[in-house]
């Protein structure tokens, strides 16, 4: 279907085109955004606000040094290795502004995952969170890391409540692990030493990369998503014009500058960059970064704190918070916007959660490869629950068959995306990316969908056998080459199997290839090699597996028997 399909299903406000000249680069609607709204707050996390022209002033002071005092050349990669913190808009805008390219890496990830990581997209400089410093250290030696800057929990906060928060973290909490990084400059030293100097411009444009965002695509080994400064500002203008529907009053939803968006979900996952990092700097709205979302009780405290307007979240989180006593007697008078994404949201769910706020949730859709956003539900009682919405303005959707060829309204094929937010393709992968991306531009997303009469999408099923996990992708064949390496499993399979908490769990069947192997020491093993949402929930032992004439697993048979 051509973008004009939806040209008459879109609700008032919300304009079916964009202006993909409006903006150069990500730099530009950046630095436009600081000076209008300059005494605006920006974000907000431990009990500490930074204005627009505060996080244009310390972005600017950490773009000044790494073009004075390193040889980074714009075009050289970044990684950024922290969960939602300060420093973590600071670092990545001003890496931007330096002409560098980010690497978001997860704050959880394991020596293993980080070195293929940093192997793969050559970065030569990292911030990361003296917490993961250890980690740092094991696997600096197999990278080409040269430059390294080293933040800590309290580094934006006022003199002395910085050092007790980070003698605690270190010496209470002993969150710290022993290490030693001599040559790791602090993030308040970089601040210090980029300060006052006079930022160098960089030529970027809207065909440069800005991100290499991590994802396994459609098969396991994690590949980097090249995203242009074109692809996220077409994206931040794309879920804009979401926003900009009309609400009861007849003004947009969101109110330019106004808006208070809660972020508990990991600014480092494609999800929150674009919709909490990028996003809010197109309408000036103010972010609250939550830390640590697993704390339950200190996240309701939080939220006590704010008349907020927005939450971005995922089923999981959605239950969590709900489940807590004290959740139902916080003040959602000015909620406005709930939205769901990373993972299917549960009906129950949205109906509790709706009964509870007075606010529904709105599920959307989208991929790493397309900045994220495809398409959008509208807000209020235009929202069609069990579907993901109406494509965002600008984008096709088509569904095919398995020969390539187009399907006509509510039939079942995979979902194909054309858009200005769709990747360039995956860093130094040519046939991957051929695998994907077509000569014509569309995108292959590995989702079965139906494109109902009145547009609506609704997504039915996966080609692909990746498991969701809390919104988290999860390649079934990463566990297993992993689990493979183990010197007493003869062969294994992972699958996804529902769980009521976060979607899907993994589920992994061994076969061992002497007796006394344990699920115990399976588990130890994979706990050490797997971030946390990665490692199997399930460990079954077998004899053996259903297996193709030609030896391939039968994923699909161990689904049913499970």
């Known amino acids: 279907m051509q973008p004009d399909f939806w040209n008459d299903k879109r609700p008032a406000g919300v304009p079916n085109d964009i202006d993909l000249g409006a903006y150069k680069s990500v730099i530009e609607v950046f630095e436009r955004s600081c000076k209008k709204f300059a005494d605006r707050p920006a974000f907000s996390n431990l009990g500490v606000t930074l204005t627009y022209a505060e996080l244009d002033r310390l972005s600017a002071a950490f773009a000044g040094y790494l073009q004075q005092h390193t040889d980074l050349q714009p075009g050289d990669r970044i990684a950024v290795q922290m969960p939602n913190i300060l420093q973590y808009p600071v670092a990545v805008f001003g890496a931007l502004r330096a002409g560098l390219i980010v690497v978001n890496t997860n704050p959880l990830y394991t020596a293993r995952e980080m070195r293929h990581q940093f192997k793969d997209s050559g970065v030569r400089a990292l911030v990361y969170l003296n917490m993961f410093g250890k980690l740092v250290q ?9 430059f390294l800057v080293e933040a800590r929990m ?17 010496k209470l909490k002993k969150m710290v692990p022993d290490y030693h990084l001599p040559q790791a400059v602090s993030f308040k030293d970089a601040l210090r030493q980029g300060h006052g100097h006079a930022l160098r411009p960089v030529k970027v444009g809207l065909e440069d990369i800005a991100v290499l965002q991590y994802t396994g695509g459609t098969t396991g080994v994690a590949k980097g998503a090249m995203l242009t400064h074109g692809n996220l500002v077409a994206n931040m203008q794309q879920v804009h014009a979401c926003l900009s529907q009309e609400g009861p009053d007849g003004h947009p939803l969101m109110k330019e500058g106004q808006e208070v968006m809660i972020a508990p979900l990991p600014l480092y996952h494609i999800y929150a960059f674009t919709a909490n990092c990028m996003c809010m700097m197109v309408n000036g709205n103010h972010n609250v970064l939550i830390t640590n979302p697993r704390d339950i009780a200190g996240f309701v405290k939080e939220l006590k704190k704010w008349r907020f ?32 994404g990373g993972t299917a949201l549960v009906k129950a769910t949205a109906e509790r959660w709706q009964a509870m706020t007075g606010c529904a949730v709105v599920e959307g859709y989208g991929l790493t490869e397309t900045s994220p956003v495809v398409s959008a539900n509208p807000y209020g009682d235009k929202a069609r629950l069990g579907t993901v919405g109406i494509p965002v303005p600008g984008t096709a959707l088509k569904v095919i068959d398995d020969e390539g060829r187009e399907l006509g309204i509510g039939e079942r094929g995979e979902l194909c995306v054309k858009g200005p937010q769709v ?71 992972a699958i996804g199997v529902p769980d009521e908490k976060s979607g899907e769990a993994v589920k992994l069947f061994v076969v061992p290839r002497e007796a006394g192997l344990t699920v115990d020491e399976l588990k130890a093993y994979c706990k050490e090699n797997f971030t946390g949402y990665k490692v199997p929930k399930h460990i079954v032992l077998k004899d053996a597996l259903p297996m193709t004439p030609v030896g391939k697993i039968l994923r699909r048979e161990l689904r049913d028997i499970a």
């Not at 094991?138 to 040269?146: F, W």
């Not at 309290?154 to 980070?166: H, S, T």
Request: glycine letters at 6%; hydrophobic letters at 45%.
């Open 138 to 146: 094991d696997v600096l030696a197999d990278t080409d890391i040269e």
């Open 423 to 493: 990747m360039k393709g995956y860093w130094q992968r040519p046939e991957a990316t051929a695998e994907v991306l077509d000569s014509e531009g569309w995108l292959k997303t590995g989702d079965v969908a139906v494109i109902d009469p009145d547009g609506f999408v609704r997504i039915v099923d996966r080609k692909k056998d990746l498991i969701l996990v809390s919104g988290f992708n999860v390649y079934p064949n990463e566990i297993e080459d992993v689990v493979m390496a183990h010197p007493k499993v003869a062969s294994c399979a």
């Open 154 to 170: 309290g580094d934006m906060q006022p003199a002395l409540k910085g050092w007790l928060i980070n003698t605690a973290v270190k």
């Open 309 to 340: 307007s927005a939450l971005l979240g995922l089923n999981t989180l959605f239950v969590a918070l709900m489940d807590h006593p004290e959740f139902k007697s916080l003040d959602f008078s000015s909620l406005k916007v709930t939205n769901s």
